[in-house]
T-cell receptor, first 117, second 113 residues
Framework: DGGITQSPKYLFRKEGQNVTLSCEQN?????MYWYRQDPGQGLRLIYY???????QKGDIAEGYSVSREKKESFPLTVTSAQKNPTAFYLC????????????????FGEGSRLTVL | GESVGLHLPTLSVQEGDNSIINCAYS??????FIWYKQESGKGPQFIID?????DKRQGQRVTVLLNKTVKHLSLQIAATQPGDSAVYFC????????????FGTGTQLKVEL
């Protein structure tokens, strides 16, 4: 089945460690996104990529890094510079920017919950 | 700044009743809006979308209404079921942001048996 796969589902990290969250999609989508969700809050955009080898910062990029070497993959690294990394991380993808034939629907993975001990 | 998804935090309804979840936005230039449903511990799922040139769109048991005059949209769920319990978000594009969607805090829908 086509979809977005995030791993791991749960991750624990000690302070000062970098961790990388995996996101893979087999939907042949050009664009991919990382959002962060805190309890009782909406989704905030960390980074997004509209094409391979290119990505842009979202609203809360500080302390995070990404790469987009392959169309299918968009890993997110949470670095030690991120002051409050405990959160639920969501990866998403979309076909293309909004056009007359499609809206900007995002397809989400099941999320990765990161806890810093 | 721009905002989409100013929700009431919770809504409780009786099973079988209709639910109405409201959302306000600030950017009058938004081309479309999308409603998502998020169950506990899972990623959001697409429910329905509406383009800015429409006032109403219907899906299976759901209807979205868009009032551009007051910058308000609503999601109506008919005959609410226990499986509808979730957090509902409306989302819309940022100006010049392509597919960059902005989300609000969402409304927690609780279905009482």
């Amino acid at each position: 089945d086509g979809g977005i796969t995030q791993s791991p589902k749960y991750l624990f990290r000690k302070e000062g460690q970098n961790v990388t969250l995996s996101c893979e999609q087999n939907l042949n989508h050009d664009a991919m996104y990382w959002y962060r969700q805190d309890p009782g809050q909406g989704l905030r955009l960390i980074y997004y990529s509209q094409i391979v080898n290119d990505f842009q910062k979202g609203d809360i990029a500080e302390g995070y890094s990404v790469s987009r070497e392959k169309k299918e993959s968009f890993p997110l690294t949470v670095t030690s510079a991120q002051k409050n990394p405990t959160a639920f991380y969501l990866c998403a993808s979309s076909i293309a920017p909004f056009s007359g034939t499609n809206t900007g629907e995002l397809f989400f993975g099941e999320g990765s919950r990161l806890t810093v001990l | 700044g721009e905002s989409v998804g100013l929700h009431l935090p919770t809504l409780s309804v009786q099973e079988g009743d209709n639910s109405i979840i409201n959302c306000a936005y600030s950017n009058s230039a938004s081309d479309y809006f999308i409603w998502y449903k998020q169950e506990s511990g899972k990623g959001p799922q697409f429910i329905i979308d509406i383009r800015s040139n429409m006032d109403k769109r219907q899906g299976q048991r759901v209807t979205v209404l868009l009032n551009k005059t007051v910058k308000h949209l609503s999601l109506q769920i008919a005959a609410t079921q226990p499986g509808d319990s979730a957090v509902y978000f409306c989302a819309g594009p940022l100006t010049g942001g392509g597919n960059k969607l902005t989300f609000g805090t969402g409304t927690q829908l609780k279905v009482e048996l």
